[in-house]
């Protein structure tokens, strides 16, 4: 076999087509894969009309890339809505992103993931604030900071993994965050005792909610003064991470407690609270869609449809609703790139038995009347 770790395919396809640029890579790097995006790429784009054309293709961790270059007439708008062809073709996670220069990589995922993962908190943090262990994914243990989005929105069908994943966010956050929940199903939650602040009923949420909404206007006049813009540069441990945790979404009925939350997803971002939103569908008479793209961060279970799945990943993405009907299967969306994970699963049992003795508490100050 000869070894190709990177390869350029430009003159191949000047001379021999794009059909013979796919038979030379399954002939020389045995990789089936690439060939079948070749093949692709030259149905959905025929000879005489405006096509990507081929600069590279290298070996990565994960799987391979492809680099292409947009030529005129070409839109990156337009590859991006064929994603679901080269996933259909390759049978492998695709996503197509731009680099730096302006080049288009085609990232293909060849790994396969394991149905089973157990929770575990391990791997390389770096300098996170609020680190959250997403899954698994081909490359690995995703780790990511929540402060970074700092709103995390996550779907799917019921029993899919939703409440699970949940669980080990929660777990990962309390030694570094102090954790309130709104559990409108009042059954998830109460193991965690007073290590954080519950809310089972909408009358509980909205006590709840309020005084959140009276912490941020706390924390506003101190980062003033302290002339920070934001609490990565506050100095002082009265002002400590706070997350928001809310399991189902769609049960909220009270207007009052979405118009806080809708205030906190626009205005909490500096003063560092931050809002997890959970939820089947988040279809704009769920939540609002000004509001809904403030959630950076994004988990998709498995949906009912492309419909659902471009609800909460994007316009463009609709692989969600033909991920595996494996529970804990997800894409999650951070910092604008899709990846498969498989999330990280954590019975009660467990759960119980990890808690951690030190945490931090939300502790509100009396209420007074702060405007929403």
Not at 108 to 123: N, R, T
């Amino acid at each position: 076999m000869v070894s190709m770790p990177e390869v350029s395919n430009l003159e191949a396809t000047i001379s021999l087509g794009w059909k013979a640029a796919a038979y030379l890579w399954r002939s020389f790097t045995c990789s089936h894969t690439v060939g079948l995006v070749y093949d692709t790429i030259n149905v959905l784009y025929p000879e005489g009309k405006p096509r990507p054309r081929h600069i590279v293709t290298y070996h990565t961790g994960f799987g391979w890339t492809l680099k292409y270059c947009l030529t005129p007439g070409c839109s990156f708008e337009d590859l991006l809505q064929k994603q679901g062809h080269l996933n259909d073709a390759c049978r492998h996670f695709v996503d197509i992103e731009r680099d730096s220069a302006g080049y288009v990589l085609i990232n293909v995922y060849e790994g396969w993931l394991k149905s089973y993962y157990p929770y575990e908190l391990l791997g390389d943090r770096g300098s996170m604030s609020l680190p959250i262990p997403i899954g698994y994914s081909a490359q690995g243990l995703e780790w990511y900071d929540l402060a970074s989005a700092p709103h995390m929105l996550i779907a799917g069908e019921s029993g899919k993994g939703k409440s699970n994943f949940l669980h080990g966010l929660i777990r990962a956050l309390l030694p570094v965050a102090a954790v309130c929940v709104l559990d409108m199903k009042r059954l998830e939650y109460a193991y965690f005792g007073d290590r954080i602040r519950l809310a089972e009923t909408e009358a509980d949420g909205l006590k709840l909610l309020q005084a959140i909404n009276q912490e941020m206007g706390r924390r506003i006049p101190l980062l003033k003064a302290a002339g920070c813009v934001n609490i990565q540069e506050y100095q002082g441990n009265e002002m400590p991470y706070l997350v928001l945790v809310i399991d189902e979404y769609a049960e909220l009925r009270d207007k009052r407690i979405l118009e806080i939350i809708e205030r906190l997803v626009r205005l909490a971002r500096a003063v560092g609270i931050s809002v997890v939103a959970a939820t089947q569908r988040p279809s704009s008479s769920v939540i609002d869609g000004d509001t809904k793209a403030l959630f950076d961060a994004r988990l998709c279970f498995r949906v009912a449809d492309g419909i659902n799945s471009r609800m909460v990943l994007g316009e463009h993405c609709s692989a969600a609703a033909y991920l595996p009907d494996i529970k804990g299967r997800a894409i999650f969306r951070g910092a604008d790139r899709d990846k498969v994970v498989q999330t990280l699963h954590l019975p009660i049992s467990q759960a119980r038995k990890i808690l951690p003795e030190e945490v931090i508490r939300f502790e509100p100050e009396p209420a007074k009347a702060i405007p929403v």
